[in-house]
């Protein structure tokens, strides 16, 4: 891994054993973008922008010629109003209204390591020689504002991260406007564009076309990300499939509220960037005054979306997530919601906990409807005390109770919100996000309290304070059900998310044993900034074992597999009605932090029989599979009618497979499957009794040992090295 500046051809290099990025200075000021891709050993070639006539493209001042110009030039952090027409990196205005602006190259730095965002969520080392970085200090020597770029690579892996810090240097206000965290300008636009957008309870769809020109715009307006689009894009060869062919991915580490643009311009040039959304932002910057934006996370593999999805996984797992549960196999969970929902009693909860504790299930979560007066979503949101009337000892006593059967607890909070019939909002109407005179949109029958403000995150951190200090609490679930309106422009929206970070914290940092798991209605809110605090998210609210074979897959496109909540739920599914068969919903759930979401005392025994093996089977194998390489291998989304993945440890000496079969077929072919990621000169034995090359499996295939017959069915395979042959 290595940054090296070339005075001879004036670019800034880039590499590791795996890419290349290479920044070119055109001009003596501008910052070009000159190549991103697999390793080159090394740069020879210098800024070579194709002078020409482009008529009707401005040129800049200092040209006396009409062959430059910015408009046509691959840019890494492009100005506005100066002659590059496609979409702006930044935008600031002073006091008289001016915006027209362009930094241009000042000065930079090379060091090992990676520095802190400072109050932002971001990725970081452990250790200086995991990375190095390049920062670009860019300068308007009218206005003053300078900016440094930050380029970070990381040492064997196949990222790249970015992130800009805007400096007032000058003597006026200057109001950013825009303040995107990465620009890349690629120079065809021969890609299909891949992205994950989706709906509550159909989260991360698998959605990929080809670009056309024009600008396409991925957004939340909404104060946080939500379930309506996936802070990401990919950029992929046309001929890119999971195992094989070029993949770009671009991701923020961001909650709050975000844009990404894909523009394809007048000469099929391809415009990728990221950034808070400009809709609800200005951040006013007084003399000396400074802005750092939040981070993206840029991915170049040239093995397919697996080998993209893997670079992601590596990196979050490694460089994001934090603390005691980091590395730590994930326990087994109950979830009373889809079981009792609202209504339970303090009996309730220790009978189901009794029974689930002798499938073997570890932790017990108490969620939604144990506070204030809590009996349907219309109260109690921010009233963060025991409702006596449903557990009249206490939670400290349920929470002994539960720990006595040998199993942990967890309890569920929605902290960021406030319900107009509770003794908070009595106390404190203004607390909610508002615009005066203008009534107020209601979500969930809720509203969401502005963690902007200090008085309010400290009023929500000591009622949880209260309980975390009091109860034994292994395990939370942060919830956060309803997206912001009446939003006002101006520095509330980012402020909420600063608020938000600062809150969670102080929270992770206090209480390092707490596991936390967040949620937004399901997965609205399962953005990478979330794993920084907590390292898993509730994938969905959808747990029909058919529908979850779409969101998970869409889900691994970048999300590790020890972040992913899967539970088993009862039939017909809540969600869709559906029948599938225990064991597919088990197959299915086990492929990420395995859960049960259903009331165990409604089991039959055989049922019990059968989850009482799922638990111990996934427990032999949860290391391999919430840490291991995971792999693509059959889309739902592809029509086939069949999903399978695999998960395979780092040495590659055992692999756990799985095969989904959604509808069945009389007649049908059978299938031949065909595994990947395995060692091709390793042996391994199945547990189905076979024993097989790696390479027979991967090249060759397998049939699987019985048919699968009926609707919903599956099967995994467990691989285990025999020897080296
Ligand atoms: C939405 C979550 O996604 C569900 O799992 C559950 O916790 C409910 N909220 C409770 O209100």
């Given at each position: 891994?290595?940054?090296i500046?070339s005075?001879?051809t004036k670019t800034f290099h880039l590499s590791?054993?795996?890419v290349s990025y290479v920044i070119a200075?055109e001009?003596?000021?501008?910052l070009a973008h000159h190549y991103w891709g697999k390793r080159l050993n090394k740069v020879m070639s210098g800024a070579d922008y194709?002078?020409?006539?482009?008529?009707?493209?401005?040129?800049?001042?200092?040209?006396?010629?009409?062959?430059?110009?910015?408009?046509?030039?691959l840019?890494e952090?492009?100005?506005?109003?100066?002659?590059?027409?496609?979409?702006?990196?930044?935008?600031?205005?002073?006091?008289?209204?001016?915006?027209?602006?362009?930094?241009?190259?000042?000065?930079?730095?090379?060091?090992?390591?990676?520095?802190?965002?400072?109050?932002?969520?971001?990725?970081?080392?452990?250790?200086?020689?995991?990375?190095?970085?390049?920062?670009?200090?860019?300068?308007?020597?009218?206005?003053?504002?300078?900016?440094?770029?930050?380029y970070?690579i990381?040492?064997?892996?196949?990222?790249i991260?970015?992130?800009?810090?805007?400096?007032?240097?000058?003597?006026?206000?200057?109001?950013?406007?825009?303040?995107?965290?990465?620009?890349v300008d690629f120079w065809n636009?021969?890609?299909?564009?891949?992205?994950?957008?989706?709906?509550?309870?159909?989260?991360?769809?698998?959605?990929?076309?080809?670009?056309?020109?024009?600008?396409?715009?991925?957004?939340?307006?909404?104060?946080?990300?939500?379930?309506?689009?996936?802070?990401?894009?990919?950029?992929?060869?046309?001929?890119?499939?999971?195992?094989?062919?070029d993949?770009y991915?671009?991701?923020?580490?961001?909650?709050?509220?975000?844009?990404?643009?894909?523009?394809?311009?007048?000469?099929?040039?391809?415009?990728?960037?990221?950034?808070?959304?400009?809709?609800?932002?200005?951040?006013?910057?007084?003399?000396?005054?400074?802005?750092?934006?939040?981070?993206?996370?840029m991915?170049y593999?040239?093995?397919?979306?697996?080998?993209?999805?893997?670079?992601?996984?590596?990196?979050?797992?490694?460089?994001?997530?934090?603390?005691?549960?980091?590395?730590?196999?994930?326990?087994?969970?109950?979830?009373?919601?889809?079981?009792?929902?609202?209504?339970?009693?303090?009996?309730?909860?220790?009978?189901?906990?009794?029974?689930?504790?002798?499938?073997?299930?570890?932790?017990?979560?108490?969620?939604?409807?144990?506070?204030?007066?809590?009996?349907?979503?219309?109260?109690?949101?921010?009233?963060?005390?025991?409702?006596?009337?449903?557990?009249?000892?206490?939670?400290?006593?349920?929470?002994?109770?539960?720990?006595?059967?040998?199993?942990?607890?967890?309890?569920?909070?929605?902290?960021?919100?406030?319900?107009?019939?509770?003794?908070?909002?009595?106390?404190?109407?203004?607390?909610?996000?508002?615009?005066?005179?203008?009534?107020?949109?209601?979500?969930?029958?809720?509203?969401?309290?502005?963690?902007?403000?200090?008085?309010?995150?400290?009023?929500?951190?000591?009622?949880?304070?209260?309980?975390?200090?009091?109860?034994?609490?292994?395990?939370?679930?942060?919830?956060?059900?309803?997206?912001?309106?009446?939003?006002?422009?101006?520095?509330?929206?980012?402020?909420?998310?600063?608020?938000?970070?600062?809150?969670?914290?102080?929270?992770?940092?206090?209480?390092?044993?707490?596991?936390?798991?967040?949620?937004?209605?399901?997965?609205?809110?399962?953005?990478?900034?979330?794993?920084?605090?907590?390292?898993?998210?509730?994938?969905?609210?959808?747990?029909?074992?058919?529908?979850?074979?779409?969101?998970?897959?869409?889900?691994?496109?970048?999300?590790?597999?020890?972040?992913?909540?899967?539970?088993?739920?009862?039939?017909?599914?809540?969600?869709?009605?559906?029948?599938?068969?225990?064991?597919?919903?088990?197959?299915?759930?086990?492929?990420?932090?395995?859960?049960?979401?259903?009331?165990?005392?409604?089991?039959?025994?055989?049922?019990?029989?059968?989850?009482?093996?799922?638990?111990?089977?996934?427990?032999?194998?949860?290391?391999?599979?919430?840490?291991?390489?995971?792999?693509?291998?059959?889309?739902?989304?592809?029509?086939?009618?069949?999903?399978?993945?695999?998960?395979?440890?780092?040495?590659?000496?055992?692999?756990?497979?799985?095969?989904?079969?959604?509808?069945?077929?009389?007649?049908?072919?059978?299938?031949?499957?065909?595994?990947?990621?395995?060692?091709?000169?390793?042996?391994?034995?199945?547990?189905?009794?076979?024993?097989?090359?790696?390479?027979?499996?991967?090249?060759?295939?397998?049939?699987?040992?019985?048919?699968?017959?009926?609707?919903?069915?599956?099967?995994?395979?467990?691989?285990?090295?025999?020897?080296?042959?």
């Amino acid at each position: 891994m290595s940054i090296i500046f070339s005075e001879e051809t004036k670019t800034f290099h880039l590499s590791n054993q795996l890419v290349s990025y290479v920044i070119a200075i055109e001009e003596d000021r501008y910052l070009a973008h000159h190549y991103w891709g697999k390793r080159l050993n090394k740069v020879m070639s210098g800024a070579d922008y194709p002078r020409r006539d482009f008529s009707h493209f401005a040129n800049p001042h200092h040209v006396d010629h009409r062959e430059f110009s910015l408009g046509t030039l691959l840019q890494e952090f492009p100005g506005a109003d100066v002659g590059d027409h496609r979409e702006y990196a930044y935008k600031y205005t002073d006091e008289k209204g001016h915006h027209a602006n362009q930094l241009v190259y000042k000065s930079h730095e090379i060091f090992k390591g990676k520095k802190e965002l400072e109050g932002l969520p971001h990725t970081y080392v452990t250790d200086e020689a995991q990375a190095e970085t390049l920062e670009i200090l860019v300068e308007d020597s009218i206005t003053g504002m300078e900016a440094t770029l930050s380029y970070t690579i990381f040492e064997k892996q196949p990222v790249i991260t970015r992130s800009v810090k805007f400096k007032n240097q000058g003597k006026e206000t200057l109001h950013l406007n825009r303040a995107l965290s990465m620009s890349v300008d690629f120079w065809n636009a021969n890609y299909d564009l891949l992205q994950l957008p989706g709906a509550w309870s159909r989260e991360r769809e698998v959605v990929r076309s080809p670009l056309v020109r024009g600008i396409h715009k991925l957004d939340s307006k909404r104060g946080t990300t939500s379930h309506t689009y996936q802070p990401f894009i990919g950029l992929l060869d046309p001929n890119t499939t999971e195992q094989a062919g070029d993949a770009y991915g671009f991701q923020f580490v961001y909650s709050g509220e975000f844009v990404g643009h894909v523009e394809v311009d007048s000469f099929s040039q391809t415009r990728i960037q990221l950034g808070i959304n400009p809709e609800h932002f200005e951040w006013t910057l007084k003399p000396e005054d400074t802005f750092q934006t939040p981070e993206a996370v840029m991915v170049y593999s040239d093995e397919g979306l697996n080998g993209m999805s893997q670079a992601y996984h590596k990196l979050y797992q490694n460089h994001l997530i934090r603390g005691e549960h980091q590395h730590k196999e994930r326990p087994v969970l109950i979830n009373n919601w889809e079981g009792t929902y609202f209504d339970f009693t303090e009996d309730k909860i220790l009978e189901m906990a009794e029974t689930a504790s002798e499938l073997g299930i570890e932790l017990f979560v108490l969620d939604d409807g144990w506070f204030g007066k809590r009996d349907d979503d219309t109260t109690s949101l921010g009233d963060w005390f025991i409702d006596r009337a449903k557990l009249p000892n206490g939670l400290k006593k349920l929470s002994e109770a539960i720990h006595d059967k040998g199993m942990q607890f967890g309890l569920w909070f929605e902290p960021e919100m406030i319900s107009e019939e509770s003794e908070l909002y009595k106390k404190h109407p203004d607390w909610a996000i508002h615009t005066p005179n203008r009534p107020l949109s209601r979500g969930r029958h809720q509203l969401v309290i502005d963690f902007s403000r200090k008085e309010v995150r400290e009023n929500i951190l000591a009622q949880m304070k209260k309980i975390l200090d009091e109860v034994p609490i292994d395990y939370i679930k942060w919830d956060y059900n309803r997206n912001m309106t009446e939003l006002t422009s101006g520095e509330m929206t980012h402020r909420y998310m600063l608020g938000l970070y600062e809150v969670m914290e102080e929270l992770v940092t206090s209480y390092p044993n707490i596991l936390f798991e967040s949620c937004s209605g399901g997965g609205g809110r399962y953005d990478p900034s979330m794993l920084y605090y907590m390292p898993q998210t509730w994938t969905s609210d959808n747990t029909d074992a058919a529908q979850r074979l779409e969101i998970q897959y869409g889900t691994t496109m970048t999300m590790p597999v020890s972040s992913m909540g899967a539970h088993v739920s009862a039939v017909p599914n809540h969600q869709v009605n559906r029948i599938t068969s225990l064991k597919m919903r088990g197959d299915v759930a086990m492929s990420g932090n395995l859960g049960y979401e259903l009331d165990t005392t409604k089991l039959t025994n055989d049922e019990k029989e059968t989850v009482k093996a799922q638990v111990e089977f996934y427990k032999k194998h949860r290391k391999l599979i919430q840490f291991g390489d995971f792999y693509r291998i059959l889309s739902p989304y592809e029509g086939t009618n069949q999903t399978s993945w695999i998960f395979v440890s780092e040495d590659q000496s055992e692999a756990l497979y799985s095969f989904f079969q959604i509808m069945d077929h009389a007649n049908k072919p059978r299938p031949r499957l065909k595994l990947t990621g395995l060692d091709p000169n390793k042996v391994y034995q199945l547990s189905d009794g076979r024993v097989l090359g790696g390479d027979e499996l991967m090249y060759r295939g397998i049939f699987l040992e019985t048919d699968l017959v009926g609707d919903y069915q599956s099967d995994q395979i467990y691989l285990k090295e025999l020897s080296e042959s």
